[in-house]
């Protein structure tokens, strides 16, 4: 009975010992780090001593702060640059992609997984030699066709499109993999049916593809939502944030908190950016589920 | 009813658990004070001397004969790397008991997280002096060590490693502001360059050069609002001021920035200005091609006729800038690089005998700026700080062919021994680009005028950098 009696508290206590390892790491590098962030938003910190009470004052500054509501609303204009365009080059690519007739198929798939594997600094430096306002290859093909330089990378009005096209271009391969597995998880024989029924190619693409595939694009959008907002390394390289902040993402501006040493301020504009990526997640999941 | 009682014992004791491991866990990391409290940061506070007796800070030097350990140097990568990598076999012949770790590294993305944390913490750090003062609450404060040579050190730098009355870096080298002309194009245009003694014949001579050369645009306007920010310090420099006094009260709104501004403004609305980032894409085919003949800039760029400017090789010389008045100074400081020593790094104090050798011994002077693998002629991107070792007559470096065979020591040399004494850059200046630096960019596009600079600028930095510190 003994013997019975610990078995069965061994059993009782063998999932946890299984988890223990998980959960100890994601209280040190998770809940922590964020305890930590969220006692620090409320302080003015430079890195050494004590830090200082400031309570709300951190929030305040930034809620009024007409560069923090600017990197947002870069962040969103190139949202709305990048999303619904990489999401339709996406969905077509893998429609491509996943017709048994495409002849080398494989070359394609390489084609566009190759941008997503290349280092993203040695693309952005790419990108400024290109995209040159005097001597860059896109204005040299404009100039062919009688269009004056642009200013790509100098002047507001096409600084966001240049790192949006960027953007991407680096990652459209990887949503195409995640397009391409929801497609292949389509059965075959609805399209047949379609057709049976005389849908057309875009007809079966708008009536049996895409509600098929909404849970996946809601993901894809979700993912790259998160990836929008957080974007910094493109800024960095490639524009230093400018001209004039209009490449200031909310990734960069909660960077140059650190950079300064105004770690307060950094937590504080970190939680905030949680707050608002995850109250747009929760719109688009929304809006994307499906509606069975 | 047994089980929706032990679900709700769970759910409590879960939610117990949790409670309890948030208070703990909020209890690690730094003390938070209340407002009333000052932090305790260690350094002195504004306004104190550091008293040599009292200072916890103040790094001594070690006192053995033949002191002995490992210590770990952070330098940069590149060039510079391999020059202070080579100088290690002199320090040895010296310190033979001192072993040097020396290290690459991106010292601007791991200096700060480094420090913070404590962990592997380096003895001795390469640092641009604009991030000195941010970082004094780390660092030795290096007064007792330097005071036998201070007085041989140019004052604009020991100036910019001051913080709160203690000296916290080892000065480096000396960045000094030049204006390089493209000697051949002026000369078959008929402008005499080394007439220009103000930076009203600068416009004179651009205003010529431009008459000789339709559609040229001599004179360079730089871009970048970080680099743009740094060489109108270069010419504030010149003028004896900078962005912020000793107090960190910000002083752009004086005549100074007003005439420098101008004299900007009046480049860019005269079209005598070419507008490009530092040596980018946009910017080496406008100096090949003779568009661009006037550079005023730090010494620093005379890597571009040795590596960059194949086409007009030999063409480009350097003098001293042009004076902002009559007789007045003809250089100011643009940039420049000193050596800091954490207080958390293990060997701090023989990290100290490790630049004190390289800066102020000749052998390792010479080891840096002397004919070395790295550079068969000399390191001549910049110059020493420390007067012995920067003597105009006893160069270090030969004369630059890429510059038709020009004496750069001389002209450097002369030229730095005109910079004015400076005041600690502040902590926020890397931030102010986001006023200062942008605002200046405006202006060049058109939409503000030097005073809308000064006044957004002012009104900016104020708010944002200088109440927030």
Same mark, same amino acid.
């Given at each position: 009975m003994a013997s019975l009696t610990r078995f069965s508290s061994k059993r009782r206590i063998a999932p946890y010992v299984f988890v223990l390892p998980f959960v100890v790491l994601f209280l040190a590098f998770s809940v922590y780090p964020l305890i930590f962030t969220a006692r620090l938003s409320f302080t003015n910190w430079r890195g050494s001593g004590a830090a200082q009470w400031v309570g709300w004052d951190n929030y305040q500054y930034l809620l009024t702060s007409s560069q923090f509501w600017s990197s947002l609303g870069n962040s969103g204009v190139l949202w709305l640059l990048i999303i619904p365009v990489q999401l339709v080059i996406a969905l077509l690519a893998a429609v491509l992609l996943d017709n048994a007739r495409l002849r080398a198929r494989g070359f394609y798939?390489?084609?566009?997984i190759v941008p997503f594997v290349m280092p993203l600094v040695a693309v952005a430096q790419?990108? %400024? %030699?290109v995209f040159?306002?005097?001597?860059?290859? %896109?204005n040299a093909v404009l100039n062919a066709f009688g269009i004056p330089d642009v200013g790509w990378l100098t002047t507001t009005t096409w600084s966001k499109p240049a790192l949006a096209l960027l953007f991407i271009w680096k990652t459209t391969g990887f949503i195409v993999i995640i397009l391409l597995s929801g497609l292949q998880s389509i059965d075959a024989s609805l399209y047949e049916a379609a057709e049976l029924d005389g849908a057309g190619r875009l007809r079966r693409l708008w009536s049996v593809t895409v509600p098929l595939l909404r849970r996946t694009i809601m993901f894809a959008v979700v993912l790259q939502t998160l990836a929008v907002f957080q974007m910094f390394a493109e800024p960095f390289v490639v524009t230093q944030g400018g001209p004039y902040g209009s490449t200031t993402t909310a990734g960069y501006y909660l960077y140059n908190h650190i950079t300064r040493a105004d770690l307060g301020t950094g937590a504080a504009n970190s939680f905030l950016l949680v707050i608002i990526v995850m109250a747009l997640s929760l719109v688009f999941v929304r809006m994307l589920r499906p509606k069975d | 009813?047994?089980?929706?009682?032990?679900t709700s014992r769970t759910g409590l004791a879960s939610a117990s658990l949790a409670i309890s491991l948030a208070l703990v866990l909020s209890a690690c990391g730094p003390d938070v004070t209340s407002p009333s409290e000052q932090p305790s940061t260690g350094a002195p506070e504004a306004g104190e001397s550091a008293a040599p007796s009292t200072d916890p800070n103040m790094l001594q030097a070690p006192t053995e004969a033949s002191p002995s350990g490992e210590i770990t140097i952070w330098d940069r990568s590149g060039d510079l790397y391999e020059v202070f990598d080579g100088a290690i076999?002199?320090?040895?012949?010296?310190?033979?008991?001192?072993?040097?770790?020396?290290e690459a590294v991106d010292i601007d993305a791991k200096l700060q997280n480094t420090l913070i944390t404590g962990a592997d913490v380096p003895d001795g750090v390469f640092l641009d002096d604009a991030k000195v003062a941010g970082f004094a609450d780390f660092l030795w404060n290096t007064a007792d060590v330097l005071a036998p040579y201070a007085d041989d050190i140019a004052q604009q730098k020991l100036d910019v490693n001051s913080s709160s009355g203690g000296i916290y870096g080892v000065p480096f080298d000396s960045n000094p502001g030049l204006l390089w002309y493209n000697a051949t194009a002026l000369e078959s245009a008929g402008v005499d360059a080394t007439t220009i003694q103000t930076y009203d014949d600068l416009l004179d001579a651009a205003r010529a050069y431009q008459d000789?050369?339709?559609?040229?645009?001599p004179i360079h306007l730089e871009q970048s609002p970080f680099l743009g920010q740094l060489q109108l310090e270069m010419y504030a420099s010149q003028l004896g001021t900078s962005i912020a006094d000793a107090d960190g009260n910000l002083r752009l709104d004086s005549p100074e920035y007003r005439q420098i501004l101008g004299f900007l403004d009046t480049v860019n609305s005269e079209g005598l200005g070419t507008r490009a980032e530092y040596l980018s894409p946009s910017d080496i085919p406008e100096l090949e091609n003779g568009n661009q003949v006037f550079y005023p800039w730090a010494i620093w760029f005379s890597f571009a006729p040795q590596q960059l400017l194949t086409e007009t090789l030999g063409d480009w010389r350097a003098m001293p800038l042009p004076a902002w008045n009559d007789g007045g100074a003809r250089s100011g400081a643009m940039g420049g690089s000193s050596f800091v020593l954490p207080r958390d790094g293990a060997n701090s104090e023989l990290a100290w005998l490790f630049y004190e050798f390289l800066m102020f011994d000749p052998a390792g002077y010479a080891a840096v700026w002397g004919p070395n693998d790295i550079y068969p002629d000399g390191l001549n991107t910049s110059i020493p700080s420390y007067g012995p070792?920067?003597?105009p007559q006893d160069a270090l470096f030969a004369p630059v062919d890429a510059l038709g065979g020009q004496d750069l020591w001389l002209v450097a040399t002369d030229a730095a021994a005109e910079i004015p004494g400076s005041v600690p850059t502040p902590t926020w200046w890397a931030g102010a680009v986001d006023y200062l630096g942008n605002d200046l960019q405006r202006m060049f596009d058109g939409d503000l005028t030097p005073d809308e600079v000064i006044s957004n600028?002012?009104?900016?930095i104020q708010v944002n950098l200088v109440d927030r510190k």
């Open positions: 798939r390489i084609a566009f790419i990108w %400024v %030699v040159d306002t005097k001597y860059g290859a %896109v | 009813m047994n089980i929706q009682r032990s076999a002199a320090f040895n012949e010296r310190y033979p008991d001192i072993t040097v770790h020396h000789a050369v339709p559609g040229s645009a070792a920067a003597d600028s002012t009104s900016d």
